[in-house]
């Protein structure tokens, strides 16, 4: 079940905290996509606090939130371009995207499969998504006082054994949130220290969420190669002489 888009934006945009995730997974981020990004961005779930980096150069950008969890005006400074969406059908054309992020939304859905058959549709045949899930092992997934504490964790064996099963392949991992899902002053204040420490020591198992970069993967029918012929039938007995019946019987 999806948490309400009023209790993720009060999360993300009135504590500490979610400032502290915003920085962690936008850092994640930039060491798979670098700006400017060119092309067209869509997020689908909670992703506007990570579009926003992207949507200067972007050609187009879209935030689209599914209809369990409600909707919101973003960016609230300009013109809206959220859409609410029902997660099975994206308003989204074949092939329309460049780029995707997909956060608070796959551990959430009550059809996973369908957000994910809907991503390798919207993606062009060049396109990358981001998609981003509670880490199973990490301490996030253990304390709902974060978005990453409820809905359906995932560890990465899983997370990758889904996405080829929807013809997404994964080609590059990292993680975020080291740091322990803490509103207390003393934890926050280390929550760089953390993710610095974190990465250096490639302790992924131990983060809150796991960030996998995916590709759409495409199947082409085998053109060329040598021919192969079949003889028919009458031309494999072609050389053979037709019987004849044996003189004085009838």
Request: overall charge positive; glycine content about 8%; hydrophobic content about 40%.
């Amino acid at each position: 079940m999806h948490i309400d888009v009023v209790e993720l934006r009060k999360f993300y945009y009135r504590t500490h905290l979610g400032q502290v995730v915003q920085r962690s997974l936008r850092d994640a981020f930039a060491s798979h996509w670098s700006a400017p990004l060119k092309g067209n961005l869509v997020g689908f779930g909670f992703a506007a606090p990570f579009l926003r980096p992207f949507k200067s150069t972007a050609t187009r950008t879209m935030s689209l939130m599914p209809a369990q969890q409600g909707a919101f005006h973003w960016p609230m400074e300009a013109d809206n371009i959220s859409v609410l969406a029902d997660e099975r059908r994206w308003p989204i054309s074949t092939g329309f995207v460049d780029h995707l992020i997909i956060s608070h939304a796959l551990e959430n859905s009550e059809r996973p499969r369908a957000v994910l058959s809907e991503a390798q549709r919207v993606l062009s045949p060049t396109g990358r998504a981001l998609i981003v899930v509670p880490n199973r092992t990490g301490l996030w997934a253990r304390s709902d006082v974060t978005p990453f504490g409820h809905g359906r964790p995932y560890s990465l064996t899983q997370l990758e054994r889904h996405l080829r099963e929807h013809s997404l392949e994964p080609i590059r991992h990292s993680a975020a949130l080291y740091g322990p899902p803490s509103q207390r002053r003393f934890w926050l204040r280390l929550a760089g220290i953390a993710e610095r420490t974190g990465r250096k020591l490639d302790a992924q198992r131990l983060a809150g969420a796991i960030v996998v970069e995916v590709v759409k993967t495409a199947y082409a029918a085998p053109r060329g190669g040598v021919a192969v012929t079949t003889k028919t039938p009458l031309k494999v007995l072609g050389g053979v002489v037709a019987p004849k019946p044996i003189a004085g019987r009838s």
